[in-house]
């Protein structure tokens, strides 16, 4: 007989909600993994709107308060798909509880709070996980695999850069221009998945950040509840550059203010022996350039990476070239995810606590540059 289902519960109802309960409901048929799932409770604020979604998404059942979770024995997996300032009392509680915690990037608004939270994490018996999920994008997997095969050789240079174009001055005073909640604005939201995902690629830290500058175009923004117009206290855009442990210097820009970009995630590693490039925006490729090919075929090669014999986590979908999209890689983390709870190995690395407090540490120092003007070590940062 398999085992009993995981009972889950989720914190949060809004897009990142939507998005994992979709995963959730779609890992079952997918993967078929040792032990599924089964979606016990969903907590959020509007208690008005939860009965649907639970309705909408096969949840058992709801709350309006969040803490009911922590004290429910059945629970053993919770997520955390709350604002940035709720990131730690949540995932702190429930670690206290027992239960393992699948929490949102950035791990937390503020350094502060992460590595609150990586310490609760490092005193529990219980497993952490963040949801940087574009390390699971087949196209990823394949070129973390080829610059462990040092195809590229050294790596020299890491571009990266996250442009968005939906926070005009139209955009309402939402949540994440509220420093008090989301701890920065593009930086936090954009710029954790690049410093993730070239932390990812290359197996290497960030030493240095050399310079950075953080600037607010949108100033004011309507407040949807009172209509008027409130100060936005977060970042439109942050621009830093890095330089890694094994010598490679990186570039990485994030914006909410990029006309014309609607999702242009793009991270490119350039070695002494190739380069790869990824657009989230064509995700199902990468782009290859193989130092060792003779001089008169030489130039980029586009690799479609949908090969189920091949390419990780395609084989739980469709035959070769019938693509992938955005929500497939939350299922794959997900399947990830279970595959650790059932004592198994993920197909890719997953980033928990102490993971993710890397990358936070990155982002901190980007944000004390920008604000002292001066280089900052990370050895003196966290």
């Not at 309402?172 to 998945?193: M, Q, V």
């Not at 782009?287 to 084989?315: C, I, K, N, Q």
Request: with cysteine.
């Amino acid at each position: 007989m398999p085992p009993a289902p995981l009972p889950l519960a989720m914190l949060g109802q809004a897009f990142m909600g939507r998005a994992h309960s979709n995963a959730f409901r779609q890992v079952g048929p997918a993967f078929a993994p040792t032990r599924g799932l089964r979606l016990k409770t969903v907590a959020g604020r509007d208690a008005k709107a939860l009965a649907a979604f639970a309705a909408r998404y096969g949840f058992e059942g709801w709350t309006a308060d969040w803490r009911e979770v922590a004290r429910d024995p059945e629970i053993e997996l919770v997520d955390v798909a709350t604002p940035n300032d709720l990131h730690r009392e949540m995932s702190v509680t429930m670690l206290e509880a027992g239960k393992h915690v699948l929490c949102e990037k950035p791990l937390a608004g503020t350094l502060e709070d992460a590595r609150a939270m990586r310490d609760a994490a490092a005193k529990s018996d219980a497993k952490t996980f963040v949801w940087f999920n574009y390390r699971r994008c087949p196209a990823i997997a394949l070129a973390r695999t080829l610059v462990r095969e040092g195809r590229l050789g050294a790596i020299r240079h890491v571009r990266a850069r996250y442009l968005q174009s939906w926070g005009g001055p139209e955009t309402p005073l939402l949540w994440r221009f509220d420093r008090d909640r989301a701890g920065s604005g593009a930086h936090g939201d954009l710029n954790a998945h690049l410093v993730d995902l070239a932390r990812f690629l290359t197996g290497e830290e960030v030493t240095r950040v050399h310079g950075a500058v953080a600037e607010t175009f949108v100033k004011q923004r309507k407040d949807p509840a009172t209509g008027k117009l409130g100060e936005s206290t977060v970042d439109d855009c942050v621009l830093f550059l890095a330089s890694f442990e094994g010598g490679a210097t990186a570039s990485f820009e994030a914006t909410r203010l990029a006309t014309g970009h609607h999702n242009g995630n793009v991270i490119e590693l350039n070695g002494e022996r190739g380069s790869v490039r990824f657009e989230l925006e064509d995700m199902n490729v990468l782009w290859f350039f193989d130092g060792a090919d003779a001089p008169r075929e030489a130039g980029w090669r586009r690799v479609l990476a949908t090969s189920p014999e091949h390419h990780p986590y395609v084989d739980a979908w469709w035959p070769d070239g019938h693509i992938i999209g955005y929500e497939h890689t939350f299922t794959n983390q997900v399947a990830d995810v279970l595959r650790v709870l059932a004592g198994e190995r993920p197909l890719q690395p997953l980033a928990d606590f102490a993971d993710a407090y890397e990358t936070q540490r990155v982002l901190e120092a980007a944000l004390i540059s920008a604000r002292e003007g001066c280089a900052v070590n990370l050895a003196d940062v966290g």
